[in-house]
């Protein structure tokens, strides 16, 4: 289930205090409005009362789509995040039960459902939004930030003479025409290259899932933070 509770919060414009919805843990199953008003930020966006001025709120919570077996841990405190990562990674059944039940045929059902589930931790809501498009795009979060880092050095190749170089990547994905496509950003300007998700990148990202299957199922299945920085270490190392 969802929780959400009012708090008190001060308006950065007037200084003034009132109630905001703070949302800890959010279920899109329990609470199906979240579900799009998550993707349009509309959950996190206090309105002063005073002022009307609006101001995006910024505060941990935990993204959990049934649906889809998955959890999204949103950490803006970068010192808090090796924290929340190794909650995550050593997840079991009782974090979610109730220790004390002695129910151990309901520990097991727990422990069984939540063994599917793809647990991740991001630090921005840039990053956030984008495992959001994702999901709904339906491919494997992993093997994009893979093909992102991949197709990056072939970007730079083709854009050396303008001295392009990647720093990083971003998925998008359009819900209305179903268009996929990545973003590829300059280290020293704010110039952007992008490449709709076409045969040729779909080739890459297939035969990446060949390549570091046994990996992510393997010593890689409970990592966290999947990033550009994740995807070109398993890059470098390769396996």
Same mark, same amino acid.
């Given at each position: 289930m969802s929780d959400v509770s009012k708090q008190m919060i001060i308006c950065p414009h007037c200084n003034r205090t009132s109630l905001f919805n703070i949302w800890s843990s959010i279920n899109t199953? #329990?609470?199906? !409005? #979240? $579900? %799009?008003?998550?993707?349009? @930020? %509309? @959950? *996190?966006k206090f309105r002063c009362p005073y002022c009307e001025k609006t101001e995006l709120v910024h505060y941990p919570f935990l993204y959990h789509q049934m649906e889809s077996a998955v959890m999204i $841990? $949103?950490?803006?405190?970068? &010192?808090? @995040? !090796?924290?929340t990562q190794n909650m995550f990674e050593d997840v079991n059944a009782e974090a979610f039960g109730n220790p004390d039940a002695g129910q151990d045929e309901i520990q097991e059902m727990l422990k069984n459902a939540l063994a599917g589930y793809r647990y991740r931790v991001v630090t921005t @809501?840039? &990053?956030f939004l984008e495992k959001l498009a994702i999901l709904d795009a339906g491919v494997d979060d992993r093997i994009v930030e893979l093909t992102k880092a991949m197709l990056g050095a072939q970007v730079e190749r083709q854009l050396a003479g303008e001295g392009f170089r990647v720093k990083g990547a971003r998925f998008v994905w359009e819900p209305e025409t179903k268009e996929m496509k990545l973003v590829f950003f300059d280290k020293n300007s704010d110039q952007t290259a992008s490449t709709s *998700? &076409?045969?040729h990148v779909a080739n890459? $990202?297939?035969q990446l899932i060949d390549r570091f299957s046994p990996a992510l199922e393997g010593a890689h299945k409970k990592d966290t933070v999947i990033d550009w920085n994740w995807a070109m270490e398993l890059l470098r190392n390769g396996k």
């Open positions: 199953k #329990t609470d199906p !409005a #979240t $579900y %799009s008003q998550v993707r349009s @930020l %509309s @959950l *996190f $841990y $949103y950490q803006p405190k970068g &010192d808090e @995040l !090796a924290e @809501l840039e &990053d *998700f &076409d045969q890459v $990202y297939n």
